[in-house]
């Protein structure tokens, strides 16, 4: 079966309308969650009209924090009823995009994962003579930096301030700052997105331990949430029955292979022994049975001779979003 049979052979199983968004993650294709895609949405959401219910087939390893509830408003103001269907990754920002859903449906393999955001130290403090090389800064360090003074060093509380002091001198100031802010914005966007489909306050402990779960205590921001654990903590999880983990696998595994997910990039694979070959990847797809928006690097692989030794040089010329 084609991509799109395969799509709408999934809207009959679900009584909906599906949209599959897909993020590569192979360097140096590798994509992420972006507000590039919100126009895109809005366009291909035109053209379904308001329905009852849309389910959002989703894979990414994250990307921008604010676009998930950008993408989240816009499909629920064109639906009753609205769902995330996760075959398998659907990680940090991907996260919050499911946050925002009446239900997640989550196969065998699904997983999300904690919402830690980073950010960047102006230099890295271990190599300030590269000054292009940025150290990122997780609020999640800090505080178990913290956390290990106060409880392993035994660092007394009238002590803390001389690890405090340690910090700052390792780290720029505002650094700690924009980390602790991109942490409360990650508390804020978690919580704004699940009051879109919860009561705030029939269900605030609820919500308040969800939160403090997927902002805090799991301090792993890599650490898998699989569809039991997910359940465990509050959310309204259906697990996937077997047809119906199947179909949501299959369309998975159709992009897998298209974009060679989870694959290592080898840059002789391009060339396939030519000096100079040209480009042309997708990087991401945004796409219903009847439209789809690729996300295309264009450009040039070509052998060059750097020191004296045969290298590979890729040059890409445009990254853009195309409309198929």
């Known amino acids: 079966m084609t991509r799109a ?15 599959s968004y897909i993020t590569g993650d192979r360097l140096p294709f590798a994509t992420k969650i972006a507000g590039d895609i919100v126009p895109l949405l809005g366009n291909l959401l035109d053209g379904i009209g308001k329905v009852k219910k849309i389910s959002l087939l989703l894979y990414t390893s994250g990307g921008d924090m604010l676009a998930p509830i950008r993408i989240v408003k816009l499909i629920r103001n064109h639906c009753d009823e609205f769902e995330v269907l996760v075959p398998y990754k659907a990680h940090s920002a991907g996260t919050l995009i499911c946050l925002g859903a009446d239900t997640i449906v989550m196969s065998k393999l699904g997983e999300l994962t904690p919402v830690d955001p980073t950010t960047g130290h102006p230099f890295n403090p271990q190599n300030p003579a590269n000054p292009q090389q940025k150290l990122e800064v997780s609020v999640e360090d800090l505080n178990s930096y913290l956390l290990f003074a106060k409880e392993k060093a035994e660092v007394k509380s009238e002590q803390m301030i001389d690890a405090y002091k340690l910090l700052v001198e390792k780290l720029h100031p505002l650094s700690i700052g924009n980390a602790y802010r991109a942490y409360r914005m990650a508390r804020l966007l978690t919580e ?11 269900d605030g402990e ?14 792993i921001h890599a650490y898998p949430i699989d569809r039991d654990e997910a359940a465990d903590l509050g959310l309204r999880i259906e697990k996937a029955a077997d047809e119906l983990d199947k179909s949501m696998c299959q369309i998975y595994e159709n992009y897998a292979e298209e974009m060679k997910l989870g694959q290592p990039f080898h840059p002789n694979e391009l060339l396939a022994g030519k000096e100079m070959v040209e480009i ?17 690097i264009t450009g040039k692989a070509q052998k060059i001779i750097k020191n004296n030794q045969p290298t590979i040089d890729l040059n890409f010329e445009s990254q853009s979003w195309v409309k198929k």
Not at 5 to 19: C, D, F, G, Q, Y
Request: zero cysteines.
């Open 5 to 19: 049979e395969l799509i709408k052979k999934l809207e009959t199983e679900r009584k909906s309308r599906v949209i």
């Open 192 to 202: 704004r997105l699940l009051w879109l489909h919860m009561d705030k306050e029939k």
């Open 206 to 219: 609820k919500i308040k331990k969800i939160v403090k779960e997927i902002t805090g205590d799991i301090t």
């Open 280 to 296: 042309n990847k997708v990087g991401a797809y945004l796409e219903t049975a009847d439209t789809s928006y690729q996300f295309t």
